[in-house]
Structure formats: C-alpha cells, structure tokens
Nanobody, 119 residues
C-alpha cells in the first residue's frame, strides 16, 4: 500500500501562485508514474501533469507554461508549482501514483486539496 498526503492548497487571487506537495509513504518502491489531477464542481477529473520515473513530463494544454511538476525521489514527494493562477484553475487537486506490483499497475490516490482562485 501507498499512502499519499497532499498539502499546499488554499485561496489565492488571480495571478497568484501556490505550491502543492504530495508525500508518499508505505510501499513507495516501484513507482513508475506520479501525477496531479484536478476536479472542478460539476466536471470530470482531469489530468493536470504527470512525471514518469524516467523523468518524462506531460502537461495538459490548459496549464502549460504556468504549472511545473517536479519530484524529489529521495523524499518520495511530488510537487506542483502553480503560477499565474486563473479562476478556472479552481478545483480539488489530487495526487495519483502508479506502482508496478509484479505484473500489474496499481493506482493510489490522495484525499485531495482544495485550490480556490478568486478575488
């Protein structure tokens, strides 16, 4: 099992910045991918950004150039630096980890952290 704890959410004005963190504990070896998703009210959960164990990074078009995903493998921590925030970035942000267990891929999710962008 992998336990994920997100932090760093809050209320910020448009144009502001926030940094989200996701700390992984437990059986955190064999992690092959870590990602941030978000879900706004009334909308489906969507991928924001992900980073593979090999360092390949992918961003959704809506956040490219504004958000930066990174990981500290030594601390098993995932980060999301969010700059130039917009009201449409308001959502609950979730951390997701994919772990290879023998020959299966297992997903683990955090509890989510609320990000609200409003003046």
């Amino acid at each position: 099992q992998v336990q994920l704890v997100e932090s760093g959410g809050g209320l910020v004005q448009p144009g502001g910045s926030l940094r989200l963190s996701c700390a992984a504990s437990g059986s955190s070896f064999s992690i092959i991918d870590m990602a941030w998703y978000r879900q706004a009210p009334g909308k489906e959960r969507e991928l924001v950004a992900d980073i593979t164990s090999g360092g390949r990074i992918n961003y959704s078009d809506s956040v490219k150039g504004r958000f930066t995903i990174s990981r500290d493998s030594g601390k098993n921590t995932l980060y999301l630096q969010m700059n130039s925030l917009k009201p449409e970035d308001t959502a609950v942000y979730y951390c997701r980890v994919v772990r290879l267990v023998i020959t299966s891929l297992v997903n683990y999710w955090g509890q989510g952290t609320q990000v609200t962008v409003s003046s």
